[in-house]
Nanobody, 123 residues
């Protein structure tokens, strides 16, 4: 019954934009933090962005100024607007909620994770 459905992604050229989104159902996110992670071949799972229940946001240095995280009023949705995409942004992107993780592979074994979507940015 618990479900995280992720949408968006695709293949674009450098400089273009994409928007990712996730919808949570069968459980309540409540006041837990929500996250976007990504993993490229040969790399570990990387935290891209985070948003708290009061709207406080965090961005990794590599995406700051280009990506924007947002949430629905009921906190059952989270989105990531990705502008000025670069080839180095190419990765599988995951939404997650509940538990912060670092290193290792995406998805982690804790928290609630989307199925992952491929983002490919070509030159």
């Amino acid at each position: 019954e618990e479900q995280v459905v992720q949408s968006g992604g695709g293949s674009v050229q450098a400089g273009e934009t994409l928007r990712l989104s996730c919808t949570y159902s069968g459980f309540t996110v409540g006041d837990a933090d929500m996250y976007w992670y990504r993993q490229a071949p040969g790399n570990v799972c990387e935290l891209v962005s985070r948003i708290s229940d009061d709207g406080d946001t965090y961005y990794s240095d590599s995406v700051k100024g280009r990506f924007t995280i947002s949430q629905g009023n009921t906190r059952n949705t989270v989105a990531l607007q990705m502008n000025s995409l670069k080839p180095e942004d190419t990765a599988v992107y995951y939404c997650a909620a509940g538990v912060y993780v670092s290193g290792g592979d995406c998805p982690a074994t804790v928290g609630y994770w989307g199925q992952g979507t491929q983002v490919t940015v070509s030159t």
